[in-house]
Every structure is written in structure tokens, then in C-alpha cells.
Nanobody
Framework: QVQLVESGGGSVQAGGSLRLSCAASEFTISRYCMGWFRQAPGKERERVADMTAGVGSSDYADSVKGRFTISRDNAKNTLYLQMSSLKPEDTAMYYC????????????????WGQGTQVTVSS
């Protein structure tokens, strides 16, 4: 059974940084689109960043470009989201998810999800 476990969330002041981790099991992350999503109360779920299968090209939501970086460690089968210059509007539950085995991920269907890790940014 596919399993994704997020960690690294917490509370931080505006301008600070956090690194989220997503430990995967029962599949190899480099063979799939992998994405980070977030959802705040009363708001729609938002794609934050994704990474393609194979070469691992990345893409970002406009709201986080220049501040967040998605990466993976293939040896550890772990996906990361480095978040810098955090803003209060980044406060949300962050989820890791697995998508299709494609070289483009923007419109892919993400079928497997972790339970999420909370990020809270205060001003």
C-alpha cells in the first residue's frame, strides 16, 4: 500500500523558514509526479509545487515562486519543500501527494495523499 508521511511543520514568525519532508514507501518517487499542496480554512486546496517523474523538473504556484523550493532525495525516497521568507498567508495544512508517471504534472490527477503537516506563520 502506498504511504506518504509528512513532517517538519510547525509555528514560525513571518520571514522565517521551514523544511517539510515527505517520506514515501511502497513506490519510488522518481517514477511519478510528486506534489505539495496546501489548504487553509475556508479556502480551496492549492497546488504549491510539483516535480516531474524522471528528470525532476519543478513548477510552482505564483504565490510561492522565489520563496519555496521542491526537491527530492532519491536515495532516501523522500520529497522536500524548503520554504523561506514565510508570510502569514502561507499558514495552512500542507500535503504531499503522488500523481501520474509523467514528465509533465500540472494537470495530472493526484490519487495518493499523506495526512498533512500544519504550518503556522505569525506576524
Amino acid at each position: 500500500q502506498v504511504q506518504l508521511v509528512e513532517s517538519g511543520g510547525g509555528s514560525v514568525q513571518a520571514g522565517g523558514s521551514l523544511r517539510l519532508s515527505c517520506a514515501a514507501s511502497e513506490f519510488t518517487i522518481s517514477r511519478y509526479c510528486m506534489g505539495w499542496f496546501r489548504q487553509a480554512p475556508g479556502k480551496e486546496r492549492e497546488r504549491v509545487a510539483d516535480m516531474t517523474a524522471g528528470v525532476g523538473s519543478s513548477d510552482y504556484a505564483d504565490s510561492v515562486k522565489g520563496r519555496f523550493t521542491i526537491s527530492r532525495d532519491n536515495a532516501k525516497n523522500t520529497l522536500y519543500l524548503q520554504m523561506s521568507s514565510l508570510k502569514p498567508e502561507d499558514t495552512a495544512m500542507y500535503y504531499c501527494a503522488r500523481g501520474p508517471s509523467l514528465s509533465t504534472c500540472r494537470y495530472g490527477v493526484y490519487s495518493d495523499w499523506g495526512q498533512g503537516t500544519q504550518v503556522t506563520v505569525s506576524s
